[in-house]
């Protein structure tokens, strides 16, 4: 994935995680006020309720007045204009909030006239049932001028709980919604992590590879200069020395060379200049028998060229490159004895290039991986075939730059086939 599209993942994924949890969080304290008000509101019925039942039943006049009075945000205060007895107080409001669907903790006083004090009931359950006859509720009339003489003080101590309860469901989905949010925001974090690593890492190989730059061109005039200096005049071994430091040189020098290639495809630096070109000619340059001898094996090519529209569009020095590469990659990854199979063909405007070698083949799970950058093939322990696993990288490469298909069939001892689809002109 390219630095741009990285930042605008990362970017995009903050501000939705944030939306999220906004949404979330707006979501929550809407429903709670919602259940919050509804509450409040059969709270007040209820209550309402019990004064007029007790009114009745004692016989009293109603007043025409709110007789329900909230001081705090769990105590009332309910005028019931007459006397009435704790039993009675107790049973109306039992009922009241059983019909009224009130399942809430809570504790009730009366108003003694005689000695102008509240008198604690008890505390009772969600129920109905004494939990404790013990408690003081002076608090919840401490601030509150009180002109009526009969009235009795519930404090709903149990109503926070109560909604808590209610929204238990909705709480145990926001918090499984939290636990993906953190998940999604770890790994935004260690994508942003890894882009910092990775952008370290760039820079690194840049710079490694462009410092080695000097040092081999100083090595190789030195053995240029050596190896065409008079020969009478400097020792055989040292001439043989020099030509190995030379060969040595250039291959550190195209590994060097590939590194940087990587670095600049990477980064979308890699100029594509396109031209008409004869695929079959390029493919006898390259597959020619001056490219493909070795001294340590046997290889025998086979062409068989027969696409008719054979012309296509395409930058020639990074299409040799391809072919060189693949070429190289048929004759390291074999053993003494090695065919290379080429085959074109048309079909609906397009030709059909395949590249197959009797190598040493590829397993069948590490088909996607061999054209990651910096991959190679697991070997154990032996590590003969030198390279930085950059070959394949730059083939994909150049292919997605230039808009070809590019597919691999291999099988381990079997060999591999590249199969390139490719538009003609």
Same mark, same amino acid.
């Given at each position: 994935?390219?630095?741009?599209?990285?930042?605008?993942?990362?970017?995009?994924? @903050?501000?939705?995680?944030?939306?999220?949890?906004?949404?979330?969080?707006?979501?929550?304290?809407?429903?709670?006020?919602?259940?919050?008000?509804?509450?409040?509101?059969?709270?007040?019925?209820?209550?309402?309720?019990?004064?007029?039942?007790?009114?009745?039943? !004692? !016989?009293?006049?109603?007043?025409?007045?709110?007789?329900?009075?909230?001081?705090?945000?769990?105590?009332?205060?309910?005028?019931?204009?007459?006397?009435?007895?704790?039993?009675?107080?107790?049973?109306?409001?039992?009922?009241?909030?059983?019909?009224?669907?009130?399942?809430?903790?809570?504790?009730?006083?009366?108003?003694?006239?005689?000695?102008?004090?509240?008198?604690?009931?008890?505390?009772?359950?969600?129920?109905?049932?004494?939990?404790?006859?013990?408690?003081?509720?002076?608090?919840?009339?401490?601030?509150?001028?009180?002109?009526?003489?009969?009235?009795?003080?519930?404090?709903?101590?149990?109503?926070?709980?109560?909604?808590?309860?209610?929204?238990?469901?909705?709480?145990?989905?926001?918090?499984?919604?939290?636990?993906?949010?953190?998940?999604?925001?770890?790994?935004?974090?260690?994508?942003?992590?890894?882009?910092?690593?990775?952008?370290?890492?760039?820079?690194? +190989?840049?710079?490694?590879?462009?410092?080695?730059?000097?040092?081999?061109?100083?090595?190789?005039?030195?053995?240029? %200069?050596?190896?065409?200096?008079?020969?009478?005049?400097? &020792?055989?071994?040292?001439?043989?020395?020099?030509?190995?430091?030379?060969? *040595?040189?250039?291959?550190?020098?195209?590994?060097? #060379?590939?590194?940087?290639?990587?670095?600049?495809?990477?980064?979308?630096?890699?100029? +594509? #200049?396109?031209?008409?070109?004869?695929?079959?000619?390029?493919?006898?340059?390259?597959?020619? #028998?001056?490219?493909?001898?070795? &001294?340590?094996?046997?290889?025998?090519?086979?062409?068989?060229?027969?696409? *008719?529209?054979?012309?296509?569009?395409?930058?020639?020095?990074?299409?040799?490159?391809?072919?060189?590469?693949?070429?190289?990659?048929?004759?390291?990854?074999?053993?003494?004895?090695?065919?290379?199979?080429?085959?074109?063909?048309?079909?609906?405007?397009?030709?059909?290039?395949?590249? @197959?070698?009797?190598?040493?083949?590829? #397993?069948?799970?590490?088909?996607?991986? %061999?054209?990651?950058?910096?991959?190679?093939?697991?070997?154990?322990?032996?590590?003969?075939?030198?390279?930085?696993?950059?070959?394949?990288?730059?083939?994909?490469?150049?292919?997605?730059?230039?808009?070809?298909?590019?597919?691999?069939?291999? *099988?381990?001892?079997?060999?591999?086939?590249?199969?390139?689809?490719?538009?003609?002109?």
């Amino acid at each position: 994935m390219r630095v741009k599209q990285i930042r605008l993942t990362i970017i995009l994924g @903050t501000i939705s995680l944030l939306g999220i949890i906004i949404i979330q969080i707006y979501w929550l304290f809407t429903v709670w006020n919602s259940n919050q008000s509804k509450l409040n509101e059969q709270i007040w019925q209820a209550l309402k309720q019990v004064a007029a039942e007790t009114n009745a039943y !004692n !016989n009293c006049q109603t007043s025409y007045q709110n007789p329900v009075i909230q001081t705090t945000e769990s105590c009332y205060v309910v005028d019931v204009s007459c006397t009435y007895s704790n039993a009675t107080l107790k049973h109306l409001i039992t009922k009241s909030f059983f019909e009224n669907e009130i399942n809430i903790e809570y504790e009730l006083a009366n108003h003694n006239c005689e000695t102008n004090t509240l008198e604690y009931i008890g505390k009772f359950s969600e129920t109905g049932h004494l939990i404790t006859e013990t408690g003081d509720l002076e608090s919840c009339v401490s601030d509150l001028n009180i002109d009526v003489p009969y009235f009795f003080c519930i404090n709903l101590s149990g109503k926070t709980y109560y909604l808590f309860k209610q929204m238990r469901l909705w709480l145990i989905l926001s918090l499984f919604l939290l636990i993906i949010v953190s998940f999604f925001a770890y790994a935004i974090y260690n994508s942003y992590r890894q882009k910092q690593l990775n952008e370290l890492q760039k820079d690194f +190989i840049n710079n490694m590879t462009h410092e080695f730059k000097t040092p081999i061109s100083s090595i190789g005039i030195a053995c240029n %200069v050596l190896l065409n200096s008079n020969k009478d005049q400097i &020792p055989e071994r040292f001439l043989n020395y020099a030509s190995i430091i030379k060969q *040595e040189n250039e291959r550190l020098n195209s590994q060097v #060379e590939n590194v940087l290639k990587a670095a600049r495809i990477e980064k979308t630096k890699t100029i +594509i #200049e396109k031209e008409k070109i004869d695929i079959h000619n390029l493919i006898n340059e390259v597959f020619s #028998e001056e490219n493909s001898n070795r &001294p340590d094996k046997n290889i025998v090519i086979h062409k068989e060229l027969s696409a *008719e529209h054979k012309n296509i569009l395409a930058d020639k020095l990074h299409i040799n490159n391809i072919l060189l590469n693949l070429l190289d990659n048929a004759i390291k990854y074999s053993h003494n004895e090695l065919s290379i199979y080429i085959n074109t063909y048309n079909r609906s405007n397009k030709i059909y290039l395949s590249i @197959t070698d009797t190598g040493i083949g590829i #397993e069948k799970k590490y088909h996607k991986k %061999v054209f990651d950058k910096f991959f190679r093939v697991p070997t154990g322990d032996i590590h003969n075939i030198k390279g930085f696993g950059l070959g394949l990288f730059y083939v994909k490469e150049i292919c997605r730059l230039h808009g070809w298909k590019i597919e691999l069939q291999s *099988e381990q001892g079997k060999g591999s086939t590249f199969n390139f689809i490719i538009d003609t002109v």
